[in-house]
Nanobody
Framework: QVQFVESGGGLVQPGGSLRLSCTAS????????IGWFRQAPGKEREGISC????????YYADSVMGRFTISRDNAKNTVYLQMNSLKPEDTAVYYC???????????????????WGQGTQVTVSS
């Protein structure tokens, strides 16, 4: 059974850091484009970062550029999102999505992704 599960969320103070994980089971992760998305209450889902399958090139939305880093560990079948300098406006449920074509990671991820998990809540508050 194919599964992708997000984890690593929590409550953090402004300026703090978290590392989110998207772990695959039942499938080899390195064949997939992985995108990280988030959805805050009352807002549409926003694609914030992605990593390509063929060359591990990465893309970031302007809102997270310079603060977030996406990376892939194929040995652990996991993609990470390291989030630094967190702001209250980063508060959201974070999801990882998968795509099978690098085309969908030619900029900030938008369409073409499948979503598997329930997401992980990130709350940035003092």
């Amino acid at each position: 059974q194919v599964q992708f599960v997000e984890s690593g969320g929590g409550l953090v103070q402004p300026g703090g850091s978290l590392r989110l994980s998207c772990t695959a089971s039942g499938v080899t992760l390195d064949y997939y484009v992985i995108g990280w998305f988030r959805q805050a209450p009352g807002k549409e889902r926003e694609g914030i970062s992605c990593i390509r399958a063929s060359d591990d090139n990465t893309y970031y939305a302007d809102s997270v550029m310079g603060r977030f880093t996406i990376s892939r560990d194929n040995a652990k079948n996991t993609v990470y999102l390291q989030m630094n300098s967190l702001k209250p406006e980063d508060t959201a449920v974070y999801y990882c999505g998968t795509a099978l074509d690098d085309y969908y990671c030619s900029g900030s991820p938008r369409s073409g992704y499948d979503f598997w998990g329930q997401g992980t809540q990130v709350t940035v508050s003092s």
